[in-house]
């Protein structure tokens, strides 16, 4: 029998299996360690106290009930090591062994295991500045991420402005040369009046559509104007001009 100052128990519910880890300490130096995995199945087949119950969590309350009561006992056996669960089904009294395997823990696996607790220590400090580094990469990311943004958008909005400029510049030079005129209006007359006074602003001074068709009317408006470009049509149709690089005046009788 082994007494229960010298005993640790740990029981686990992990998901549908019961750990079960028993650990006798034998001296300062060794320790021996019972360790087993039971599932559902395995706990009805070991006794049939146990196939009463409809799952494995209330086998695993039920044993940490008793373990708490304190009805329990150990019996050993070369490698084996069995919990007997003392519980009663009715008035009789019953024992459930729950049997679990040596696994010998000497000096040197406990050094080995304090390594790697302390590896494990120094993995979790590396670990902690590997996330501190990516975090502040991280931060330097989102501050390049958000002056390329900005550079972007402030090209974009260059962009923008030089192409409102341009359509700007393209409707003055379009506007330019503006023929206030129904009389010249096709796409070819246009272009030949363009080219026969390139860089030239045009205003319209007198329409006889518009003014009335008057001779004084024309001369008290066109007179003394500068360059002129005087354009006429027939009834049949038949357009004429005339260009006067110097201002146009009247003669008085």
Known sequence: MITNDKIEISFELNNSNIILTIKEIINANTNEEFKETFTFEALKKMSNYYALFDNIKEIYEDIVNHLEKKEYDFTKENNKLSLIIKSKVGIKEIEIPIICQK?????????????????????????NEIKIIKEKLNLMENN????FRFQEKTENNMNKIIEILNKFNNAEKDNFFNIPSLICNQKNEIEFLKNLLPNKKLTLLYSATKDGDSFNIFHSKCDNQGETLTLSETIEGRKFGGHMNQSMATKSD
């Open 144 to 147: 390049f991420n958000e002056i």
């Open 103 to 127: 696994n010998i823990i000497n000096e040197n696996d406990q050094n080995k295991n304090e390594k790697i607790s302390l590896n494990s220590d120094i993995k979790k400090e590396n670990i």
